[in-house]
């Protein structure tokens, strides 16, 4: 891969397992022309306390904004946050760019939150409790929350459809079935292709919980069809995680039609030729 970024990166200051510092280096050894941090934006949700940022983020801003004098001249640091649609803090004013994320949705009845993205005991008491099991139903609650989302327009979309993560052969929901996929596509549909990348996140192929990166190939045709752009992220905890999968998403993308995607940079998105 020629050229490449990596703007979805967690570190010790949320749930990554090395510090920002090694994380940048990582991605300057690797060759990124940017390295980003998209620390978890704040929450109350019990299960998020010490996995995502302090409500006061100054250490965390000053430490991005250090970095970005030590790699001056060599590779662009960004200063980001991948934004909860359940923080307790808007979208930030003051980074350079947000992922807007969906790992929770909310039950108004209960009061309470319920976790997507987390393990299966957390995906099973959502299906449960809050959705009776009915495992589609519990799929378009997800989207409708991911509609929210970007219809605020983030920079990034995070990893779109991280609703199927934990729904291994199709555990909960058929992910073929037409209602699955309307309230995937419907989803996608309140995105505005000229505000928002899609990224290609293969995080979850890293860690082990899928075979393909998010989002699945019929997102990505839509997302052509609808004239969005890509990034490739790699949504990484570890330094080992990086870059990970690049050339492999690219073939997706290429298969969805794409011909170029998109790096951030400190001067802004730039588009390359796959
Ligand atoms: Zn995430
Ligand atoms: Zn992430």
């Known amino acids: 891969m020629k050229k490449f970024c990596t703007v979805h990166t967690h570190s010790v200051l949320c749930d990554g ?14 060759g990124a022309v940017s390295f980003g941090t998209s620390g978890h934006s704040h929450t109350q949700i019990s299960w998020d306390i010490g996995c995502v940022l302090p409500a006061d983020t100054t250490a965390y801003q000053t ?36 992922i807007g994320s969906t790992h929770n949705v909310y039950d108004e009845k209960a009061g309470r939150h319920y976790c997507i993205d987390w393990d299966t005991e957390k ?3 959502c299906y449960q409790e809050m959705y009776g099991g009915d495992g589609l139903a ?16 983030p920079s990034i979309l995070g990893h779109f ?7 291994g052969y199709n555990r909960y929901f058929d992910e073929n079935s037409p209602r699955y ?22 995080g979850g192929v890293f ?12 997102l990505l045709r839509e997302w052509k069809t ?38 951030l940079t400190q001067t802004g998105p730039s588009a390359y030729p796959l």
Do not use: C
Request: no cysteine.
């Open 123 to 125: 995906m099973n008491d």
């Open 17 to 30: 397992k090395n510090t920002l510092a090694e994380m940048a280096q990582a991605a300057f050894d690797a």
């Open 161 to 167: 459809d991280i609703i199927v993560k934990l729904n």
């Open 63 to 98: 430490e991005v904004l250090r970095l970005r004098e030590v790699y001056a001249g060599r590779m662009d640091v960004l200063l980001g946050i991948e934004w909860d649609s359940q923080s307790d803090q808007p979208p930030p004013d003051w980074a350079d760019y947000w």
């Open 226 to 263: 609808m004239g969005g752009q890509i990034i490739f992220t790699s949504d990484a905890h570890t330094t080992g995680g990086i870059a990970y999968g690049y050339d492999e998403a690219a073939e997706l993308a290429k298969a969805a039609g794409f011909t170029e995607a998109v790096v």
């Open 207 to 218: 860690r082990g919980f899928r075979e393909l990166p998010y989002p699945a190939p019929f």
């Open 181 to 202: 996929q309307k309230a995937a596509l419907d989803s996608l549909h309140d995105a505005d292709p000229t505000a928002s990348l899609l990224e290609i996140n293969t």
């Open 138 to 153: 519990m799929a378009e609650g997800y989207y409708a929350e991911m509609a929210r989302v970007a219809r605020m327009r």
